[in-house]
């Protein structure tokens, strides 16, 4: 099983910037991708980036491609979410979880964080 903890997230004013990190541990080598998901209040878990352990490929929501960028240091374990120029609707949890392949679907990811509270004011 894989472990999944995130942090850094916060509060931040509109147009600023924030990193999150998400460090696993346990079986690592037995998933391939790390995705990143958020849910704001009232609204269903949304994909916002992912990215594969060896390779590096990576994906991002369409909407978000741009202003977010999604990096790994397979050595420490760790995925990293660079979220910049950050706006209200940008408010949410947001979650990393494990998965066998980079896709954009929660349902294929089968260990999950407890996520990151991600507070952006105008």
């Known amino acids: 099983q894989v472990r999944l903890v995130e942090s850094g997230g916060g509060l931040v004013q509109a147009g600023g910037s924030l990193r999150l990190s998400c460090a696993a541990s346990?079986?690592?080598?037995?998933?391939?991708?790390v995705g990143w998901f958020r849910q704001a209040p009232g609204k269903e878990r949304e994909f916002v980036a992912g990215?594969?352990?060896?390779?590096?490929?990576?994906d991002y929501a369409t909407s978000l491609k741009g202003r977010f960028t999604v990096s790994r240091d397979s050595g420490a374990n760790t995925v990293y979410l660079q979220m910049n120029s950050l706006k209200p609707e940008d408010t949410a949890i947001y979650y990393c979880?494990?998965?066998?392949?980079?896709?954009?679907?929660?349902?294929?990811?089968?260990?999950w964080g407890q996520g990151t509270q991600v507070t952006v004011s105008s």
């Open positions: 990215i594969t352990w060896s390779v590096g490929t990576s």
């Open positions: 979880a494990a998965a066998n392949v980079l896709t954009r679907l929660a349902s294929f990811y089968d260990s």
């Open positions: 346990g079986r690592t080598f037995s998933r391939s991708a």
